[in-house]
Antibody, heavy 122, light 108 residues
């Protein structure tokens, strides 16, 4: 079955870096756009970044632009989020999600992982 | 950036009742690229509705979506016990792909 599994979360000091991974299975990873979405404790959902199926296009939320980098390795069926210059306000559960669109047309997020917690604290 | 507003913040209803959730956008949502998600405590969100009115795979037909432009609605025709949860709308017509603040449907 289709699965997404995030890893790489943990406790990190402000200003440090962390890389999240999202391992996928059960579908043709290279055919789908992928997103990162985060949720601060007790708060709502915040879209973070998207990468197109071929990795050519990437968009970011203003809150992470210049600090976070989304990437993918289609040979490994894995999505990544490199997070630099972390701040306390980045503390959240980070979810990876599959875009249900095809080709260059994005759509809603139809498959989600269970999330990985990132805590930024000294 | 398109800002989404959801109302009410909390909806208190009994099983079997009809739930009507509203999502209003600060500007027109391109091509009705509006989705609804359900989230339960400790779980990831689940896609219910996409393109404003299309049900996602496996979603019961008691869930329906409608609307266009700036005003959208999620209707649950008869609430089942498992429907008491948080509901988010989201637009994916233009980046950033914003979410609304959510509507909590709880048991009256």
């Amino acid at each position: 079955q289709v699965q997404l599994e995030e890893s790489g979360g943990g406790v990190v000091q402000p200003g440090r870096s962390l890389r999240l991974s999202c391992a996928t299975s059960g579908f043709t990873f290279s055919s789908y756009g992928m997103h990162w979405v985060r949720q601060a404790p007790g708060k709502g959902l915040e879209w973070v970044a998207v990468i197109w199926y071929d990795g050519r296009n990437k968009y970011y939320a203003d809150s992470v632009k210049g600090r976070f980098t989304i990437s993918r390795d289609n040979s490994k069926n894995t999505l990544y989020l490199q997070m630099n210059s972390l701040r306390a306000e980045d503390t959240a559960v980070f979810y990876c999600a599959r875009d249900k669109g095809s080709g260059y047309y994005l759509n809603a997020f139809d498959i989600w992982g269970q999330g990985t917690m990132v805590t930024v604290s000294s | 950036e398109i800002v989404l507003t959801q109302s009410p913040g909390t909806l208190s209803l009994s099983p079997g009742e009809r739930a009507t959730l509203s999502c209003r956008a600060s500007q027109s949502v391109s091509s009705s690229y509006l989705a609804w998600y359900q989230q339960k405590p400790g779980q990831a969100p689940r896609l219910l509705i996409y393109d404003a009115s299309s049900r996602a795979t496996g979603i019961p037909d008691r869930f329906s979506g409608s609307g266009s432009g700036t005003d959208f609605t999620l209707t649950i025709s008869r609430l089942e016990p498992e429907d008491f949860a948080l509901y988010y709308c989201q637009q994916y017509g233009s980046s950033p792909f914003t979410f609304g603040p959510g509507t909590k449907v709880d048991i009256k």
